[in-house]
């Protein structure tokens, strides 16, 4: 339950850029659409350009009409009645006043910081310097957090300076995401799985971000984190730690957040040696990517570049729990389809009942939980083949699907935005679903052994066609340890 009082405003930093207006703008006015915006709730979007506020309203309107779900005018009048927008050097006390003017009677705002974080702690000070960092207000960072754990640890110093942890919410906005909140009601609201959710039952565990677009322009921002420290370090290890966390006691952010710590701080550091043996880094070189020719990384970035796009790993995590059970992640850009996946895949029966036959139709029970592009979640089952057979019964794997998409029609249709949930949550001042500092640490101080092992074995990027999943060692990888990619 939230603790702290309902946030009476947001103020959007960034205002005018493409998280602002794509995602949150959107988020917010969906939240309104749905009732779950508090009466008298304010959005004040501030950017350095000047423009008036009925020009920003505008905008707004147009990026809502562009949307593919629509607008209506009975929550579009009630929305853009909360819209203003203030053009100001928000990292000056001068600009930070004048949000404070646009704020009015508004006394438990909340601050987005849709930004470069280059800015965070100058904004902070402004916002501090102006008045506006009191005990009920909030901020909300977007990552990266720092760039490894001594630049992370230097921001969340100087912002913990201005605001106390419980004020700084942290965004993984995969947390959002309705199917990784779908993980814990599967892993913590049935009986079924948690009794089979270890070692003894548990052959190994496979998540996969894979996207079909690649860096483009973001380059200036990309070629410094590649997908190590883009993905890897926060959105793919929250999913492990959702995965691998023991069960919390309650919903409560810290009881969640700290079972999640726990699993990060147990995971095995790389030595230069294993770094070889349990990770590949891959960088796309031109291709075809679903039918549309794609340049190569370096022709975007127009130069050479030891920027990894791809990488695959093992991951250990050394706990009674997951002790021998492998966790192979992958994720990379231009890939040949956009897929975000969790795999479990459970060990074969010890022994076969069924006669030779079977045997080879026989296959290992595995819990696929599809975050992307569709949402679903499948538990593959081993069955009796239709009709009659000789030589013994025959056997097939087939799906047993809990049809998500299909849910979500009928309850509506509508398939939220992650930053709807995250949003949302601010407002009530519950942190769950947000990243708490000791785990941004942890989650460096291991990426950082990766990086440094990496560094130590001299590992440079392998070329891999754009449209193909990756370089073939990342084949080769997981078949060093008698597994395959479930593709
Ligand atoms: C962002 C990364 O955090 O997540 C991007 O910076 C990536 O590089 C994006 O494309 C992926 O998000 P989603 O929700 O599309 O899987």
């Known amino acids: 339950m939230p603790k702290t009082p309902q946030a009476d405003a947001i103020v959007l930093f960034g205002g005018t850029g493409d998280l602002a207006?794509?995602?949150?703008?959107?988020?917010?006015?969906?939240?309104?659409?749905?009732?779950?915006?508090?009466?008298?709730?304010?959005?004040?979007?501030?950017?350095?350009?000047?423009?008036?506020?009925?020009?920003?309203?505008?905008?707004?309107?147009?990026?809502?009409?562009?949307?593919?779900?629509?607008?209506?005018?009975e929550v579009w009048v009630r929305f853009s009645a909360r819209l203003d927008y203030v053009g100001a050097d928000a990292t000056t006390i001068e600009g930070a006043t004048r949000i404070k003017t646009a704020l009015g009677g508004a006394t438990r705002p909340f601050f987005y910081l849709a930004i470069s974080p280059s800015l965070f702690e100058r904004v902070c000070a402004a916002l501090s310097g102006a008045g506006l960092a009191t005990s009920a207000s909030r901020i909300v960072l977007e990552k990266p957090i720092g760039r490894d754990l001594e630049t992370s640890r230097h921001m969340n110093t100087a912002l913990g300076e201005i605001f106390d942890e419980d004020q700084i919410f942290r965004?993984?906005?995969y947390l959002g995401k309705e199917t990784v909140q779908n993980l814990i009601a599967l892993r913590f609201a049935n009986t079924l799985f948690e009794p089979l959710w270890n070692n003894l039952t548990i052959d190994h565990v496979q998540i996969t971000v894979a996207e079909t677009e690649g860096v483009g322009e973001r380059w200036p921002y990309y070629d410094e984190y590649g997908a190590l420290r883009d993905m890897l370090q926060n959105h793919m290890l929250q999913l492990l730690c959702l995965v691998?966390?023991?069960?919390?006691?309650?919903?409560?952010?810290?009881?969640?957040?700290?079972?999640?710590?726990?699993?990060?701080?147990?995971?095995?550091?790389?030595?230069?040696?294993?770094?070889?043996?349990?990770?590949?880094?891959?960088?796309?070189?031109?291709?075809?990517?679903?039918?549309?020719?794609?340049?190569?990384?370096?022709?975007?970035?127009?130069?050479?570049?030891?920027?990894?796009?791809?990488?695959?790993?093992?991951a250990d995590i050394d706990n009674w729990r997951w002790a021998g059970v492998p966790f192979f992640l992958r994720t990379g850009k231009r890939m040949p389809e956009k897929r975000t996946q969790i795999a479990i895949q459970f060990k074969p029966v010890p022994h076969s009942i069924f006669g030779q036959a079977a045997n080879h139709d026989l296959v290992a029970n595995r819990l696929i939980i599809d975050l992307q592009p569709d949402e679903d979640i499948r538990?593959?089952?081993?069955?009796?083949?239709?009709?009659?057979?000789?030589?013994?019964?025959?056997?097939?794997?087939?799906?047993?699907?809990l049809s998500l998409l299909r849910t979500y029609e009928g309850a509506g249709g509508r398939r939220r935005i992650a930053?709807?949930?995250?949003?949302?949550?601010?407002i009530h001042g519950d942190a769950t679903l947000f990243v708490r500092r000791d785990e941004v640490d942890e989650a460096w101080r291991w990426v950082d052994g990766v990086a440094d092992a990496w560094a130590d074995a001299h590992m440079t990027p392998k070329p891999y066609a754009a449209g193909s999943w990756g370089p073939q060692d990342a084949f080769a990888l997981i078949a060093r340890f008698g597994r395959a990619w479930s593709d």
């Open 244 to 314: 691998a966390m023991e069960p919390p006691a309650d919903m409560e952010p810290d009881s969640v957040r700290n079972e999640k710590v726990k699993v990060l701080r147990s995971l095995r550091r790389f030595t230069r040696v294993e770094a070889t043996e349990k990770s590949v880094r891959g960088q796309y070189t031109p291709g075809v990517v679903i039918g549309k020719t794609a340049a190569g990384y370096e022709a975007e970035r127009g130069q050479a570049s030891d920027t990894e796009t791809f990488v695959a790993l093992r």
């Open 21 to 73: 207006r794509r995602m949150l703008l959107a988020s917010l006015y969906f939240l309104d659409a749905d009732g779950f915006l508090p009466e008298g709730f304010r959005i004040v979007a501030t950017a350095r350009a000047a423009m008036t506020r009925d020009a920003f309203v505008a905008l707004t309107h147009k990026t809502l009409t562009d949307r593919p779900e629509g607008i209506t005018d």
């Open 171 to 173: 965004i993984d906005h």
């Open 419 to 426: 930053y709807e949930r995250l949003l949302l949550d601010v």
């Open 379 to 401: 538990l593959s089952l081993m069955n009796k083949a239709p009709g009659l057979s000789q030589g013994g019964m025959r056997m097939q794997s087939l799906p047993l699907s």
